[in-house]
């Protein structure tokens, strides 16, 4: 065992994990494969093409894979639709081992054919999974011939991988979309930019119906979004993507990359935005307002914040007095959602002792270690044994995380604030800092602890 400043570390874990200290260099490892057959926080590499892609309401989605990877399908995010249900399906070939031998690629033609018949859809993704990275099926080719023969938009979407993880699933989905904005050309829609104020929001999935909480400043700003990528989003809105004049991002972790290519081929300039927190919500409306270049939105904007942030503090100084002093942990996927809880727990009187990510990269870890406190362990890509020694070693009040976090909270006999995709109430904007600090006050308060330990 290895120690940094009495916090003991596995010695092959030591370039994951550090005891923040202020004035050095974080030297964190971060964005490195999970072990193959190691139990990591993470999922694979379909699981993360799946949650970004899924939000989109009239698309059709293939698992050509076995059963078990099509249990990832129904609802698999809080995702709220204006418009069509369908996303909320899914159709697997489930393959067996007579076509792990012999193929599956005419099983995937079926399943295409089928979906023809039935339902008529205009947007198909079909996704590999690691059996059929390992039989060599090709997709690609079974996608293209299928699309050619009924004249509908058929995107395959790369996501096998023993060893990979949800980042590369980020990877896989963001060229299915840029395939799906490219396909706009065989439509004959030429790529145009009005100049008008409209903009790309990438990196909301619509979890609770939070996008239409942060459309409706932007509404009040004057700006319209152009295309949701992904949530509450259609097959046309995101051929329509191309014709934004800005793109903002707000899960960099799955969205980053998108983000650069769309400006790399359509010129579309990109700001890194959070909505999660008073603090973040702010500082990225009028980011957003200034990068229009429009005084007059920039205007309407801090109008907007000051009638706004003037209410929900009133709201939030109940839970403050109820809440100072405790301590929380934090493990989520993105760096962007870890650095906006800080932010939120500060704002409330809690103190971070304990904060991570499944994906954070580099530059989110300086954040990160630039405003937590001194002898907080920062870690990347931990496991449940790891999450429980810190937690237990720095007194944590509330872990705040997903599904996969939520048992072993209550195992340790604490409380819990699940901050995941498979939520129903939203915590963006300033409502959801108001949701977000009475769910915290609920579950840290709860008389249930009287009966623990």
């Given at each position: 065992?290895?120690?940094?400043?009495?916090?003991?570390?596995?010695?092959?874990?030591k370039?994951?994990i550090?005891c923040n200290?202020?004035?050095?260099?974080s030297?964190?490892k971060?964005g490195?494969d999970?072990?193959?057959?190691?139990?990591?926080?993470?999922?694979?590499?379909?699981?993360?093409?799946?949650?970004v892609?899924?939000?989109?309401t009239?698309?059709?989605?293939?698992?050509?894979?076995?059963?078990?990877?099509a249990?990832?399908?129904?609802?698999?995010?809080?995702?709220?639709?204006?418009?069509?249900e369908?996303?909320?399906?899914?159709?697997s070939t489930?393959?067996?081992?007579?076509?792990v031998?012999?193929g599956?690629?005419?099983?995937?033609?079926?399943?295409?054919?089928?979906i023809?018949?039935q339902y008529?859809?205009?947007?198909?993704?079909?996704?590999?999974?690691?059996?059929?990275?390992v039989?060599?099926?090709d997709?690609?080719?079974?996608?293209?011939?299928?699309?050619?023969k009924?004249?509908?938009?058929?995107?395959p979407?790369?996501?096998?991988?023993?060893?990979?993880?949800k980042?590369?699933?980020?990877?896989?989905?963001c060229?299915?979309?840029?395939?799906l904005?490219?396909?706009?050309?065989d439509?004959?829609?030429?790529?145009?930019n009005?100049n008008?104020?409209?903009?790309n929001?990438l990196?909301?999935?619509?979890?609770?119906?939070?996008?239409?909480?942060?459309?409706?400043?932007?509404?009040k700003?004057g700006?319209?979004?152009?295309?949701?990528?992904?949530?509450?989003s259609?097959?046309?809105?995101?051929?329509?993507?191309?014709?934004?004049?800005?793109n903002?991002?707000?899960?960099a972790g799955?969205?980053?990359?998108?983000?650069?290519?769309?400006?790399v081929?359509?010129g579309?300039?990109?700001t890194?935005?959070?909505?999660?927190?008073?603090?973040?919500?702010?500082?990225?409306?009028?980011?957003?307002?200034?990068?229009?270049?429009?005084?007059?939105?920039?205007?309407?904007?801090?109008?907007?914040?000051f009638?706004e942030?003037?209410?929900?503090?009133?709201?939030l100084?109940?839970?403050?007095?109820?809440?100072?002093?405790?301590?929380?942990?934090i493990?989520v996927?993105?760096g962007?959602k870890a650095?906006?809880?800080?932010?939120?727990?500060?704002?409330?009187?809690?103190?971070?002792?304990?904060?991570?990510?499944q994906t954070?990269r580099?530059?989110?870890?300086?954040?990160?270690?630039?405003?937590a406190?001194?002898?907080?362990?920062?870690l990347?890509?931990?496991?449940?044994?790891?999450?429980?020694?810190?937690?237990?070693e720095?007194?944590?009040?509330?872990l705040?995380?997903?599904?996969?976090?939520?048992?072993?909270?209550y195992k340790?006999?604490?409380?819990?604030?699940?901050h995941?995709?498979?939520?129903?109430?939203p915590?963006?904007?300033?409502?959801?800092?108001?949701?977000?600090?009475?769910?915290?006050d609920?579950?840290i308060?709860s008389?249930?602890?009287r009966?623990?330990?």
């Open positions: 065992m290895l120690k940094q400043n009495q916090t003991e570390i596995l010695e092959e874990r370039d994951f550090i200290s202020q004035g050095e260099n030297g964190l971060c490195k999970s072990v193959a057959g190691s139990v990591s926080q993470r999922a694979c590499v379909y699981c993360g093409a799946r949650v892609l899924n939000p989109i009239d698309a059709f989605h293939i698992v050509h894979g076995p059963i078990g990877c249990s990832y399908t129904w609802d698999i995010r809080g995702s709220l639709s204006s418009g069509e369908v996303y909320r399906n899914s159709f489930d393959l067996r081992e007579k076509d031998v012999f599956g690629e005419k099983k995937l033609e079926g399943a295409i054919e089928e023809v018949q008529s859809p205009k947007l198909i993704f079909v996704y590999s999974t690691c059996i059929v990275g039989i060599g099926d997709i690609e080719a079974v996608c293209k011939k299928m699309a050619s009924h004249s509908i938009t058929i995107i979407v790369q996501s096998s991988g023993f060893i990979g993880n980042s590369m699933g980020y990877k896989a989905a060229n299915a979309l840029l395939k904005m490219e396909s706009r050309k439509a004959g829609i030429e790529h145009k009005e008008s104020a409209k903009i929001f990196g909301d999935f619509n979890l609770a119906g939070e996008i239409w909480i942060v459309k409706n400043y932007f509404s700003m700006i319209e979004i152009n295309a949701k990528i992904t949530g509450d259609t097959y046309e809105e995101i051929l329509r993507a191309p014709e934004a004049e800005l903002i991002v707000q899960c799955s969205m980053t990359y998108l983000a650069k290519e769309m400006e081929r359509y579309i300039p990109f890194k935005v959070s909505f999660f927190g008073i603090e973040d919500t702010k500082y990225s409306l009028m980011r957003v307002a200034e990068a229009m270049g429009d005084k007059k939105i920039a205007e309407k904007a801090k109008a907007m914040i009638i942030e003037l209410k929900t503090q009133s709201q100084e109940v839970y403050r007095k109820r809440l100072e002093g405790k301590k929380a942990a493990y996927g993105g962007f650095i906006s809880l800080i932010k939120q727990f500060r704002d409330l009187g809690i103190k971070t002792v304990m904060v991570g990510t954070g580099e530059e989110e870890y300086e954040i990160i270690k630039s405003i406190d001194p002898g907080t362990v920062i990347d890509d931990t496991n449940p044994s790891e999450l429980e020694k810190f937690i237990k720095k007194g944590a009040d509330i705040v995380g997903g599904v996969k976090e939520r048992p072993l909270a340790l006999g604490i409380s819990f604030c699940d995941n995709h498979e939520r129903k109430h915590l963006c904007g300033f409502e959801g800092a108001v949701n977000f600090a009475k769910e915290v609920l579950t308060n008389p249930v602890w009966y623990t330990g």
